[in-house]
């Protein structure tokens, strides 16, 4: 058994645009237009939005100039073009059920447990409890136990649900049946991997809801990394975003753009 305390993000996939399809397009209508931006999912959101007033080369010149005019006048929903995936792992049970809340512009792809074993499992140990070693003792006791039980329970249930069976039933049935009730011992600790999806606008609204305060700690590092990753990928959608160290050594994030 492994304990973890840091979260990994990677961001797995990202869009592009067809600049050839787009010339293809514009040229119907004799128009031309040149970005600034090498970045897909900005030169998406500025194309999306160029096509409400078909103002390509025209007005805003910059894709940070027009972009920011789209944060800054609350269009969010052109934002919602622009999409990446990503692999979140070393993440608590307790992380995932609180991420899958965000559902518009999101999709989630996650580990299951009634098909994965968790005989060999990893925890996730939250920070306040892991720097201080009377708690990390209790912490660490408790997780063992369940996983204990847990060991147990799926090799009791096993024989229980093949003698049920009595032949008949596939091991991998088998297996879901007992997994998926041995489980329940499991603690919100156990580690997760959850693939997601989520467009620009959704990503927003998470850093501006997990990245703050009030946010619960392991959510709350999740969305600074990821932000963090976001304004490396693209910059003029998540670039207004500032992380702030609070007086504690955690971070948060602040936005005067809130829910575009
Ligand atoms: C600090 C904190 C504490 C929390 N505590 C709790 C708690 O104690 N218990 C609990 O159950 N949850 C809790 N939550 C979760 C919270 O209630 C939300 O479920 C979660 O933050 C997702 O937010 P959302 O619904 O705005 O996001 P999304 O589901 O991604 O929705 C984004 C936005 O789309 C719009 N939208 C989405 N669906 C609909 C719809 N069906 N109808 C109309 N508009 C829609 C809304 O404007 C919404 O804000 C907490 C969240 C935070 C940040």
Partial sequence: MEIIHEPRVYLVSRQTLDRDAIDQFLDQYGM????????????????????????????????????????????????????????????????????????????????????????????????????????????????????????????????????????AGTKTHQRKLSREAARSVLPNATETMIFCSANARALRHFFELRGSEGAEAEIRRVAIKLLRLMQDEAPTLFGDYEIITLEDGSEVTQTQFQKV
């Fill in 32 to 167: 031309s237009w040149e970005t600034d931006t090498e970045v897909g999912g900005e030169q998406l959101v500025e194309a999306s939005g160029r096509v409400c007033y078909m103002s390509f080369g025209k007005g805003r010149k910059t894709n940070s100039e027009y972009i920011g005019n789209l944060i800054s006048m609350k269009h969010g929903s052109v934002l919602e073009h622009a999409s990446w995936e990503f692999v979140i792992a070393g993440v608590s049970r307790s992380f995932s059920h609180e991420l899958v809340r965000h559902r518009a512009g999101w999709a989630y792809s996650q580990l299951s447990q009634r098909y994965v074993d968790e005989s060999v499992a990893n925890f996730v140990e939250p920070q306040i409890i892991a720097e201080d070693e009377r708690l990390h003792q209790i912490w660490q006791r408790s997780v063992e136990a369940s996983h204990q039980a847990y060991r147990e329970l799926a090799e009791g249930l096993m024989e229980k649900v093949a003698a049920r069976q009595n032949g």
